[in-house]
């Protein structure tokens, strides 16, 4: 991760991550056998920040909330893959352990945004 600044819009945070997964993988060596494994955690990161964007140009709250709810299943699905990356190729790695912490805290923010949502709603 570039530096400690982390952005306040969400879709700033989550193009950010992305961009720091992709970063990261890219300099990383590993075996041919983990070529899937770092598809799935690059497909899944940077999910997270298109369907915010598509989300905040959504023609109503309820198109809103559907893609805030597809970003919030990418970010859980983004830790599950950071989480088998750690335990299989990369233990100990310290950045992979912030990427990690990052896609906990936009899951956390972006759950939040979705019930604070629903609630105005009603």
Known sequence: MENNMKPVD???RAYRFS???????KDQTYDRVYLSLIDQVVRSSTSIGANLVEGYAGSSKRDFIK???IALK???ESKYW?????DTI?????ELKK???EADELSKI???IIIKTKENMK
């Open 74 to 76: 990418s970010a859980n």
């Open 90 to 94: 990369w233990k100990e790695n310290h």
């Open 99 to 101: 990427l990690l912490s």
């Open 110 to 112: 972006i759950a939040s």
């Open 67 to 69: 893609y805030y709810l």
């Open 10 to 12: 969400i879709k700033h």
């Open 19 to 25: 961009k720091d997964v992709i970063l990261f993988v």
């Open 82 to 86: 950071i989480c088998l990356l750690r």
